[in-house]
């Protein structure tokens, strides 16, 4: 019964995301060359008419964000373990963690396979609230300087369907496939309005205030994962595990289901089996390659940046069928692009965005913020930490079945972050 549970919930969830979703375009500024204006990644840069500059450094941090979202590991949940009382290895009552690995393996020819649900709805890029994102550019207007000013609120999210199954290749050694399918919507509202200067005396601008708005939605397969796992040490209670996992870019970039990008990351677990705390840990480091979602000044794809990836926590057997888990995970960025605040000069002050300049001289007299204004750019090369605290519970209903559900904390602000990102699951190892 349980087995064919589970077949049919993948069946009926494919069945459901498999489908397509269209966007509106009001301008085009996509900053990528010979793709259609009807997909996500041109959504941003369209709506705020900043094309390659400004925060089309969106869509990099989205497209590193989508290669690397947390995914529920194949954590078989049923160890063994030495009695030491009887000298009998016995099923460990830790049914194992939900976001992090352990450095158990499953054992010769037995099948892991799981499904989860998440739901990412993103509040935050570097610390700057979606809902309030202020873009000031300078542009020409009957012949005269000016800016386009725009005050912007977005909105994404991203609902994933991820499908896992392991197999054990023998008692050590570990193979595990992990497919997301993805359910992507992004929308937005720009406010815009055009402050003009005539020889070089601010005038109010005869237009009044334009409400765009844009959106769209993608559904389909994600980046797929490949991830092997060997234990090195497999004592009575100690458990040391190196692995890699394998991100191939099957997703589709352009439309934010995937991120365009090979990875590689090499990791090393420990994690020990206690008689009711169970301690582990994780540390790796995640190589990029290249990403059309991550342009440079001349229009190249760069890499998307590396990072050090580490994880701590412990599991609590409260009873044989169930355990709580927490856990600590961190990423350190190196070289990665940031949203930040900026400074655009201007010739004059900018009615709205600076103080207004006073007096009856012809230039009238302004004050000390005259001659800029706030914007929002791009930093490269910054290096920052997403640290998260997980906290969840698996259940062992019957058999070798465990259900789990987790909720994601974030801790800081850095990269685009959700407050919350709730997890559910079921797994069985045959």
Known sequence: MTKRLLVVTAILVLLTCLRAGAQQTIINHCPYSQRYWNELACLIPDLTTTGNSDIQGFNTTLGRVIGELPVAVPVSGFALTLDKSTG????????GGVLTERGSTLGKNKLFLGFTYQHFSFDEIDGTNLTKIQTVSAITYNGSPAFLSSTNKLSASIDQY???????????M???ITLPIDNVSLSGTATNRVEATNN???TPSPLNPQSLTIGGSASGVGDLFLNGKYGVVKGESSRLAFGLEVRFPTGNEYNLLGSGSTGFRPYIVYSRLG????PHANFGYQWNSQSVLNLGANGTSLRLPDSLTYSAGVDYSVLKRLTLVGDFLGQHYFDATTITRAQLATSTNVLGLGQPCVGAGNPPTCNSLNGTVSTVGVKNQSAFDEDNLAVGIKLNPAGRCVVSANVMIKLNDAGLRANYVPLVGISYKF
Do not use: E
């Open 88 to 95: 009998v290895y016995m099923v460990s009552s830790d049914l």
């Open 162 to 172: 991820t499908a896992i199954a392991a197999f054990g290749i023998s008692d050590r």
């Open 275 to 278: 008689k009711r705390f169970h």
């Open 200 to 202: 070089g005396v601010l």
């Open 174 to 176: 570990d193979l595990s």
